[in-house]
């Protein structure tokens, strides 16, 4: 009889899944290029290569503007500074996401009010955020977790009823789009991160993306150093150096240029890996809302029953798929259990103001921790950009670790 991989079994897979980045001789070429050429750095901002990724982007995702820079968490503070949000304010943020997004709030001086996230989806639970609305909260952010993304339909509709700002954490949404609008281009602000792990990478990079003018204005000034981006303006305004150099935007054109073809084979596996993952015992696919209208996915997120799997927890059954040949993990713990809310551990510089507020012990997610401590399993993209056949190992793979998780170390410890 078969045993599990991690305990000595031979893995179901064998063949790597296709590397990322993905890098080709295009990519030397262009940084060549950029090294051979005038401009390295990302002064005078925007420089030649951030405009025309810029462009190219936002012109996918649907937006009007594009404003590259240094990476996916300040792109969010850039965009609350840039709507006003300061000391004081309050701000809207999911129990299940990284710690970037509430990061960023604070960044901007305000509170980050963590809600629950649905259980359909894990995304921001909107009744939530409509109970958690105070006379100071200013902004929502959504966070498109996975392959999935927050239910924009209800969070707009509150943001405008109350008459507050949203921004979107797209960081594992390039491409993805709800009705027809690209993530990014449905509240004030879109924020895309292109750290080395993310589908739209030069290792370390963020864009911001919005509809309006001035806002785009105000977040170019933020990232360089407060100088002024219209004519009419003399004044620096507030800001600092948050630009991404030229030889990253060289590498972000090229990837965009092979994003789409990357884009619809990640969404056609996707679709075979849930119909054949809906049958292997013990295993919750979540429904995909029919609202998003082009599918596109950093890791793709199921949900396990513990109880089907001998007691294992999501981290377990992930080291197990990851000895099977299958790439898991478990990306997020709730906010609850984060380093960055332990009054013990934190050097939050706001914990004595907000200390009641941001006390873990005063939190509870029961979803998110669900989720985060036992029942969330988060797959790999790479899986997604092989072939049919890599996707039926993956099942194979979550299969056979149901069947056999009797046999996990750990558990068997336990
Ligand atoms: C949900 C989410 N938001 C924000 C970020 C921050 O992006 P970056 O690493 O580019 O700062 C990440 C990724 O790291 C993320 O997963």
Not at 259 to 269: I, T
Not at 280 to 308: H, L, M, N, Q
Request: charged share 20%.
């Amino acid at each position: 009889m078969s045993r599990l991989a991690i305990s000595g079994g031979t893995p179901v897979r064998s063949t790597p899944y296709p590397d990322w980045p993905s890098l080709d001789e295009a990519d030397v070429d262009a940084v060549t290029a950029i090294l051979r050429g005038g401009q390295v750095g990302g002064f005078p901002e925007p420089g030649p290569k951030a405009a025309e990724f810029a462009a190219g982007f936002a012109a996918y995702q649907g937006a009007a503007h594009g404003i590259v820079m240094a990476n996916g968490t300040v792109t969010m503070e850039v965009a609350l500074k840039a709507l006003g949000v300061g000391w004081g304010d309050e701000v809207i943020v999911p129990a299940l996401t990284f710690a970037a997004t509430p990061y960023a709030a604070i960044a901007s001086g305000a509170l980050p009010v963590f809600v629950d996230v649905e259980p359909e989806r894990w995304t921001i639970d909107p009744d939530l955020v409509e109970a958690a609305v105070t006379p100071r909260t200013r902004a929502i952010m959504p966070v498109h977790l996975g392959q999935q993304m927050a239910d924009m339909d209800r969070i707009m509709e509150i943001a405008r009823r109350h008459d507050l700002f949203v921004v979107e954490d797209c960081a594992h949404a390039h491409g993805q789009r709800w009705r027809d609008q690209g993530a990014g281009c449905i509240g004030d602000f879109g924020s895309f991160s292109h750290q080395s792990t993310k589908i739209l990478t030069a290792g370390e990079g963020g864009t911001l993306t919005t509809q309006d003018e001035a806002l785009a204005r105000r977040a170019h000034s933020l990232i360089d150093c407060g100088r002024p981006k219209d004519a009419a303006e003399t004044e620096y305004t507030f800001g600092a150096n948050y630009r991404l150099g030229e030889l990253a935007c060289a590498l972000l054109v090229n990837g965009l240029h092979r994003f789409p073809a990357q884009q619809e084979l990640r969404s056609r596996l996707g679709e075979h890996f849930e119909t054949l993952a809906a049958g292997v015992p013990g295993v919750t696919i979540k429904r995909r809302d029919p609202r998003i209208t082009r599918w596109s996915f950093y890791r793709y997120i199921f949900e396990i029953d513990p109880e089907a799997f001998a007691g294992a927890t999501n981290e377990q059954v992930a080291e197990a798929l990851e000895a099977e040949g299958v790439p898991a993990e478990v990306q997020y713990p709730p906010m609850s259990r984060y380093d960055l809310f332990q009054p013990s551990l934190s050097r939050l510089p706001v914990a004595v103001e907000y200390a009641d507020r941001l006390d873990p012990a005063k939190m509870s997610f029961p979803v998110a921790e669900a989720a985060g401590e036992r029942t969330a399993v988060y797959l790999n993209e790479r899986i997604f950009r092989s072939d049919e056949a890599g996707v039926e190992h993956a099942v194979e793979a979550i299969a056979k670790v149901q069947r056999l998780a009797a046999e996990i170390p750990a558990v068997t410890a336990a």
